[in-house]
């Protein structure tokens, strides 16, 4: 049968969510339940954070203090405020894109390491300031927050985290293969030939950093009503690094293979757990090493070897 | 009415002078060539006139108004476009995704009705057969042609092209040139820079030269080529004295 390589990679992709829909029916153990469902949560930070570097090209190590924003804005707001959460986790949203829209401006004319130096300070800020100032946000010993369900099944989560992942997936393909996608790809190309053709520059790379930012408050907050406790420690640049070892393994210029890379790597850290710190180590030599001999990821590799592999045996 | 006027146009970088009271006007369905010697400021003026630069004196009007400070986007949207000396194709997109770019950028423009445009241009230049390529696989003097492609879904009133038929092989330029002389029969102002002198006298009967930042001669192409000043600026005051 002469199958289109894009229609493998499909049903490939149609496997894997009947999978992860399935996988709570199989008998896992609730454990690791809930390390797929903090899998997921990681899958949304990986693929926004590819959608800002892989597809507009402007690079953010500020995206783990996003998701800490977004975490103590709707624990804040539903404990503070006693909003529901229905309404916290949107004014979450809200909160942490107008703070993306805001960093995107300051960051306009900064490329390369000036703007990752500028992302890690606002970073650091953000996470010393939300440590020291106890009073508001209790500091290191971190921020309690409500649950979505009144009881704590595993499963519950598992399939809130795994649909609210399709969610952000699905609206993430809409937009980059919407007009505005083209404007992104464009920017990454030639800044200069795009603005040459007519495409706001300024606005969509701005709008690029707060679209990536807002999905990653989004993200911060589901996962604050998941573990019901916020502390400083999520927006540390280690998490961040951890976001970046997802993306590039799985592959930053893809959405789909960086969410992979997110739930495949939370998965490996989990498994990895007895040799601690050391895990850290050797994802940061996977990201040296895929960056080097496969910048399309592993995910990307894998499917690039699959498609080599058809065309050999069709021919 | 001029399509383009600049008066009195001055931009530095630095201590360096680029450009130092350059005026001339531009009229509308007008082709004039741009010349002079490495560093003379083409590319300077061509950025002023596009928005990429601001001058630091002076004044740009396209279409009767002062542009000064308007974005290159603006401009674009506005009918003023241009090519670049280096190409700047988007090369991680296919050939019939780098025409979409330009005919998606008004909110109001249909999919539909870009990708007809998109297509129609792309077998108007014999690049049809390329629409779902990467643009990243086209050769050099493709790439050129599809830098043409993309200012054509602007549906320009003027063109800037900067060293359009620069390494490209004889036979691509002469479809080229017919391609510029087909944009000036639709009353496409163009603005063109060439080390090619071939293709300026061919193409332009007008001829503006910049030496040093300086304008120093603007007239029909003849007049220009003889001009002592303009040999001058080429060769150089010796070489001219043994001529």
């Not at chain 1, 130096?117 to 209790?138: D, N």
């Not at chain 2, 003026?45 to 009767?64: C, I, K, M, R, T």
């Not at chain 2, 043409?148 to 092989?169: A, C, W």
Request: with cysteine; charged share 15%.
């Amino acid at each position: 049968m002469n199958m289109p390589p894009e229609t493998g990679v499909r049903a490939a992709a149609a496997a894997l969510v009947l999978i992860f829909a399935l996988i709570p029916t199989l008998g896992l153990q609730e454990y690791w339940i809930y390390i797929l469902t903090i899998g997921f949560f990681y899958a949304v930070l990986a693929s926004s954070w590819s959608l800002l570097v892989g597809y507009v090209g402007r690079i953010s190590f500020a995206h783990a203090a996003m998701a800490g924003l977004g975490a103590y804005t709707s624990a804040m707001a539903s404990t503070r405020l006693g909003l529901p959460l229905y309404a916290s986790i949107p004014l979450a949203a809200l909160v942490v894109g107008c703070v993306g829209l805001f960093l995107g401006r300051i960051c306009l004319k900064l490329h390369g390491a000036y703007l990752g130096l500028t992302t890690i300070a606002f970073s650091e800020i953000f996470r010393i300031a939300v440590t020291a100032e106890h009073g508001f946000t209790r500091g290191s010993l971190g921020l309690q927050a409500p649950g979505f369900f009144a009881t704590n099944g595993r499963a519950q989560y598992y399939y809130l985290f795994f649909i609210f992942l399709l969610c952000v997936l699905g609206t993430m393909w809409l937009l980059l293969r919407s007009r505005i996608g083209l404007y992104f790809a464009a920017i990454r190309e030639d800044e200069d030939a795009a603005a040459s053709l007519g495409v706001h520059v300024v606005r969509w790379k701005v709008m690029a950093f707060a679209i990536s930012s807002m999905i990653a408050g989004l993200a911060g907050a589901f996962y604050a009503h998941f573990v019901q406790l916020v502390a400083p420690s999520m927006m540390s640049l280690q998490e961040m690094g951890l976001i970046l070892s997802m993306a590039v393994i799985g592959g930053f210029q893809n959405i789909f293979f960086a969410a992979i890379g997110g739930v495949f790597l939370e998965v490996l850290l989990e498994l990895m757990r007895e040799i601690g710190g050391w895990r850290m180590t050797i994802f940061g030599l996977a990201v040296m090493v895929v960056l080097r001999y496969a910048p399309n990821g592993l995910v990307g590799e894998l499917i690039r070897i699959s498609y080599r592999h058809v065309r050999g045996w069709v021919t | 009415m001029s399509q383009i006027a600049v008066a009195c146009v001055e931009k530095r970088f630095g201590g360096l002078v680029a450009l130092k009271d350059v005026s001339f006007t531009v009229q509308a369905g007008e082709m004039v060539g741009l010349i002079g010697p490495n560093g003379s400021g083409k590319t300077t003026l061509l950025n002023v006139l596009s928005g990429f630069y601001q001058p630091e004196l002076g004044e740009v009007h396209y279409d009767g108004r002062t542009v000064n400070g308007l974005e290159p986007h603006q401009l674009a949207l506005a009918g003023l476009t241009r090519t670049f000396q280096v190409t700047k194709i988007f090369r991680r997109l296919s050939v019939l995704d780098n025409l979409l770019v330009p005919g998606l950028t008004e909110w109001t423009s249909s999919r539909k009705t870009a990708v007809a445009e998109a297509n129609r241009i792309l077998q108007e230049l014999g690049l049809d057969h390329l629409a779902g390529e990467m643009a990243s696989n086209l050769s050099g003097g493709q790439s050129k042609l599809l830098e043409f492609g993309r200012v054509m879904m602007l549906s320009p009133k003027v063109i800037l092209l900067d060293e359009p038929f620069g390494g490209v092989h004889p036979t691509l330029k002469t479809l080229m040139h017919e391609v510029v002389r087909g944009w000036n029969a639709q009353d496409i102002t163009i603005v063109l820079i060439s080390h090619d002198m071939g293709s300026i006298f061919d193409l332009c009967k007008r001829v503006l030269v910049l030496h040093n930042g300086a304008l120093i001669a603007d007239g029909p192409a003849e007049e220009v080529r003889r001009s002592p000043r303009v040999v001058e600026a080429y060769l150089g005051t010796k070489s001219v004295r043994a001529v």
